[in-house]
Nanobody
Framework: QVQLVESGGGLVQAGGSLRLSCAAS??????????MGWFRQAPGKEREFVAA????????VYTASMKGRFTISRDNAKNTVLLQMNSLKPEDTAVYYC?????????????????WGQGTQVTVSS
């Protein structure tokens, strides 16, 4: 099993920045070269892909509207994945979820992810 715990959410003004962190633990996470992703879900909306990163960190994928504002990174020695979010907009307000995939590639489809964190709330005020 893999446990994922997100942190770093909060309230920020439009144009501000936040850095989300996802701490992973569990023997499975160390045994598989897991790709990691960030998704978000706003009230009344479907879950939306944000960004993903391969095990090595050499392959990253972003939703077009977030590329250039968000940066995903990882530190495998610390079992941590980060999402740096800059130039935040009110429409970025959502619960942000960290996810892990054991399928060996980077995916934008949430159904390819096996483990999920509880989420962290990000609220951007105008």
């Amino acid at each position: 099993q893999v446990q994922l715990v997100e942190s770093g959410g909060g309230l920020v003004q439009a144009g501000g920045s936040l850095r989300l962190s996802c701490a992973a633990s569990g023997r499975t996470f160390s045994s598989y070269a897991m790709a990691m992703g960030w998704f978000r879900q706003a009230p009344g909306k479907e879950r939306e892909f944000v960004a993903a990163i391969s095990w090595s960190g050499g392959n990253t994928v972003y939703t077009a509207s977030m590329k250039g504002r968000f940066t995903i990174s990882r530190d495998n020695a610390k079992n941590t994945v980060l999402l740096q979010m800059n130039s935040l907009k009110p429409e970025d307000t959502a619960v942000y979820y960290c996810a892990a995939s054991s399928r060996g590639s980077v995916y934008t489809d949430y159904r390819q992810y096996d483990y999920w964190g509880q989420g962290t709330q990000v609220t951007v005020s105008s």
